[in-house]
T-cell receptor
Framework: GAGVSQSPRYKVAKRGQDVALRCDPISGHVSLFWYQQALGQGPEFLTY????????KSGLPSDRFFAERPEGSVSTLKIQRTQQEDSAVYLCASSLGGFLEAFFGQGTRLTVV | DAKTTQPNSMESNEEEPVHLPCNHSTISGTDYIHWYRQLPSQGPEYVIH???SNVNNRMASLAIAEDRKSSTLILHRATLRDAAVYYCILRDANNDMRFGAGTRLTVKP
């Protein structure tokens, strides 16, 4: 498939556990975005990369959240010491850059119990 | 501080046109207007975008006010598959892409 791929699709974590969510963007896409979407809400911006540079991380809710994109392609969103309020769908999107359209993955549904 | 304002919900009848409004009174000269939609249990999907002129594509049309402080997404003939949450977003020079609450469109058969 040529779309944005996210894994795992579903993740159940015990409170306090660390999790890592993966995003495989479309090949050649420069821009990569992460969002958090709670049930019934719109996607909330978390962070944005241009190639390997993290240009905006103002949406990360706490220092437990960390994102990286070391080689400018695959990105990982890591959440340390998960809390129940972290339960949400985490969406990744990629774009060629500029003002061009972004393509979204299906998301990872994280449930913290 | 939301950059865009949209009605929470709208209803349409199948086969009829739908006009989804969006206000963006604080838009700057270099902001592009993007529309995305999100079907249940899926990630958002790009619909259309524009800067100043009206735009058409196979999915929809985008009408942009002359002062650019508002825009309207037009679905020419709504189908049941168009039922979704529609988001109007401003993309700025920093390539920021932040969503608001969107408009939930219900299409009645």
């Amino acid at each position: 498939g040529a779309g944005v791929s996210q894994s795992p699709r579903y993740k159940v974590a015990k409170r306090g556990q660390d999790v890592a969510l993966r995003c495989d963007p479309i090949s050649g896409h420069v821009s990569l975005f992460w969002y958090q979407q709670a049930l019934g809400q719109g996607p909330e911006f978390l962070t944005y990369f241009q190639n390997e540079a993290q240009l905006d991380k103002s949406g990360l809710p706490s220092d437990r959240f960390f994102a990286e994109r070391p080689e400018g392609s695959v990105s990982t969103l890591k959440i340390q010491r998960t809390q129940q309020e972290d339960s949400a769908v985490y969406l990744c999107a990629s774009s060629l850059g500029g003002f061009l359209e972004a393509f979204f993955g299906q998301g990872t549904r994280l449930t913290v119990v | 501080d939301a950059k865009t304002t949209q009605p929470n919900s709208m209803e349409s009848n199948e086969e009829e046109p739908v006009h989804l409004p969006c206000n963006h009174s604080t838009i700057s000269g270099t902001d592009y207007i993007h529309w995305y939609r999100q079907l249940p249990s899926q990630g958002p999907e790009y619909v259309i975008h524009g800067l100043t002129s009206n735009v058409n594509n196979r999915m929809a049309s985008l009408a942009i006010a002359e002062d650019r402080k508002s825009s309207t997404l037009i679905l020419h003939r709504a189908t049941l598959r168009d039922a979704a949450v529609y988001y109007c977003i401003l993309r700025d020079a920093n390539n920021d892409m932040r969503f608001g609450a969107g408009t939930r469109l219900t299409v009645k058969p």
